[in-house]
């Protein structure tokens, strides 16, 4: 990955601070302008995809932004939804095991933690099936790309290290960069929050193109 490159390329547009804060008014949109930002970025991944790496800043499209970020939400959902309903029984099993005794409560709570066990694996492995999903679907334009999963599993499989590097990257810039913002003032949040979507976006649009095509797994700080 090109990390320089992920910081870099949204100043080499001249118009980079109107691009950037369309998308930040949206944010003060409740609910709705959350996706309207998430299908911007996603626009970006896109344009990565196809091979514009250093022409990737999109002008923000009201309907279809929210659209491809509503979609993309769905789509992050539905692969969790197997976490919600593993971690419900393990924590019922847990729950009903510290009200009783015995045996029964042995039984429970051994039975509790073994499933909460597989379903904190489970959460780790769709933490990358789910992005590499979203991936898989702004590159192919269909919702049910998303879904492929063995398609989707050999993304993650061919460009493991990258897909990991993308998820640390990622939490570090929206924890790190994003609140930045509050330095300047409140506006300056959404804008250091949108610059980090921006960041991210591109990153994920670098990594899906490693998963794709044949290439030794490195990462460029410059």
């Not at 302008?33 to 790496?53: A, H, N, P, S």
């Not at 959460?123 to 879904?147: D, R």
Request: aromatic letters at 12%; one cysteine or more.
């Amino acid at each position: 990955m090109n990390l320089g490159l992920a910081f870099s390329y949204v100043f080499k547009d001249k118009e980079w601070f109107k691009k950037i804060l369309m998308p930040a008014l949206c944010m003060l949109i409740p609910v709705v302008g959350q996706f309207v930002v998430i299908g911007w970025g996603l626009k970006i991944t896109k344009r990565v995809i196809d091979g514009y790496e250093e022409d990737a800043l999109p002008n923000l499209e009201f309907g279809a932004d929210l659209k491809n970020g509503f979609l993309a939400a769905v789509i992050q959902t539905i692969y969790f939804i197997p976490i919600g309903i593993i971690g419900g029984i393990a924590g019922g099993m847990l729950s009903f095991g510290m009200s009783d005794e015995g045996a029964l409560y042995t039984i429970l709570m051994i039975l509790g933690g073994c499933i909460g066990l597989v379903g904190l694996l489970l959460a780790i492995l769709i933490a990358f099936l789910s992005v590499a999903g979203v991936a898989n679907f702004v590159a192919k334009g269909q919702f049910g790309a998303a879904f492929k999963i063995k398609e989707v599993f050999g993304l993650v499989k061919k460009a493991f290290v990258s897909w990991l590097l993308y998820i640390i990257i990622q939490s570090l810039v929206m924890s790190i960069i994003a609140p930045l913002g509050a330095i300047a003032c409140f506006v300056g949040v959404f804008l250091t929050a949108i610059f980090s979507n921006a960041v991210n976006s591109h990153l994920l649009g670098q990594v899906y193109n490693k998963a794709t095509t044949p290439a030794l797994e490195s990462v460029e700080v410059l």
